[in-house]
């Protein structure tokens, strides 16, 4: 009888281990570490960047130790709607459509989306690294280059500009090098390597046409982890906050990178 019991209690237990599933102290954080700076990994594997930087600084402030759950970008939605993590810290922008199925945090970077322009075109019509969007949509016959389905090609396309759709974003930009195309708008850091690869033909105009929110993205419902996360992006801006930290760790990276800017790049809408 004593035996039954016992292997009834053993059973009942590993029952309520699996049914809650794993040790709540620890809080996992999903993000593609493919992505330097902002999330990749050393030379010894360990993920590091700045969104791993927040995600340890997030557990810090909950008293909790962090789990970094390397997941593809596409998947990390779905991951977090099966629980297999509990957060996302990934520079995933908030959109419409993504917050039908999750809950963002308040916003805590901006990404900027910004120009590369080839040199002879830009030569032509007095377009300089300082010139604005209103500027460069003045501009008659800009050839625009973009990828089906992105921001690159959407974006001129919403201002009723013809695009002319590349298969991937290096032939898009060798288009902007060689000159068969004038301008493609993406993200920073393509836009910069693009232009790095092609100093004497591009250049990059730095004034955004969008500056997209990033946030963290929590569960439906999760009302409890929604307000800490919050309570948590609040006190970047204190002094010693978390952007300072930030600004100090980062800042000669990501200078080094963008060659023009530092943190505050991502920092101001």
Known sequence: ????????????????????????????VGMDLKYPPFETVDLENDPVGISVDIAYALGEFLGREVEIVNTDFGSLIP??????????????SITATRSEIVDFSNPYFFFKIITLVNQN????????????????????GTRYVGIASQVSAS??????????????????VESVA??????????????????KANMSTTLVMWDPFVASPIGMAVQKGNTEL????????????????????????????????????????????
């Open 121 to 140: 075109f830009a030569t032509a019509n007095g377009i300089t690294e300082d010139s604005t969007v209103e500027e460069l949509l003045a501009v008659a």
């Open 226 to 269: 929604l307000e800490k996360a919050n309570e948590f992006i609040a006190t970047f801006n204190d002094q010693g906050g978390l952007y300072s930290v930030l600004s100090t760790k980062w800042d000669a990276v990501l200078l080094e990178r963008l060659g023009r800017y530092g943190l505050s790049f991502y920092i101001n809408e």
């Open 155 to 172: 974006i001129p396309q919403s201002y009723g500009k013809q695009v002319t759709e590349a298969t991937d974003l290096g032939t898009a």
């Open 79 to 92: 991951s977090l709607q099966a629980g297999e993590i509990d957060i996302i810290i990934a520079s995933m």
């Open 178 to 195: 060689q000159g068969t195309s004038d301008v493609l708008l993406m993200s920073a850091n393509p836009v910069v390597d693009g232009h």
């Open 1 to 28: 009888m004593k035996k039954t019991l016992l292997l009834f209690t053993l059973l009942f237990t590993i029952f309520v281990l699996s049914a809650c599933g794993r040790d709540q102290s620890v809080l996992r």
